[in-house]
């Protein structure tokens, strides 16, 4: 079962990165960035439990929670320069 | 027979991986159409918050000895993605006020 949920997963995936390469507009492409940071901290952790290995889960939360923080900055960067 | 190899366990936690799947989907195909970047950023924080913890909370019931990474996992979801949905939507409409 967690193989095919992995499998889906995989695909779910390659919708935003396909729309993150295709898209023009900067925000719309933050948006589509951040679907596949949180997409791939999901399935780096159905890897990590289905193999039962707990520094790739640690990986797996530590992008979860640096990789929005990231955009969160480079969302405010933008912003600012929106401004200037 | 440990308590995670009941039917019904095993059940509700297939449809949780399951449902979390479809919330996915339901949020990622919205990317793809012509609608505004808020609209699609609601379906999206809507869908990833919810569809992952949804296969969280499924991997879970399925497999409980990594109970303390899954946690944080399903702690961090709800707070990080949260608030990437609102900084995103700050920044994103901050630059239209007159």
């Avoid at chain 1, 960035?33 to 990590?48: E, G, N, P, T």
């Avoid at chain 2, 609601?42 to 000895?65: C, E, M, Q, R, Y």
């Avoid at chain 2, 899954?70 to 949905?85: H, K």
């Amino acid at each position: 079962m967690t193989n095919a949920i992995l499998i889906t997963a995989i695909l779910a995936l390659l919708i935003p990165i396909y729309k993150a390469c295709t898209e023009e507009d900067i925000w719309q492409k933050m948006l589509a960035l951040s679907s596949v940071s949180s997409k791939v901290s999901i399935a780096i952790l159905l890897v990590s439990v289905q193999r039962d290995d707990w520094s790739i889960g640690v990986v797996a939360v530590i992008v979860l929670s640096v990789g929005n923080a990231g955009l969160m900055l480079l969302a405010n960067v933008l912003k600012r320069m929106g401004e200037a | 027979m440990t308590w995670t190899e009941l039917p019904l366990v095993d059940g509700i936690s297939n449809f949780c991986l399951v449902g979390g799947m479809v919330f996915w989907f339901w949020g990622t195909t919205q990317l793809l159409t012509r609608r505004s970047v808020l609209f699609k950023l609601h379906g999206l924080s809507v869908s990833d918050t919810l569809g992952s913890l949804a296969i969280v909370f499924g991997l879970l019931l399925k497999i409980p000895n990594e109970w303390p990474l899954l946690i944080l996992a399903m702690i961090c979801l709800a707070v990080w993605n949260t608030m990437l949905g609102y900084v995103l939507a700050y920044c994103s409409t901050s630059g239209d006020q007159p």
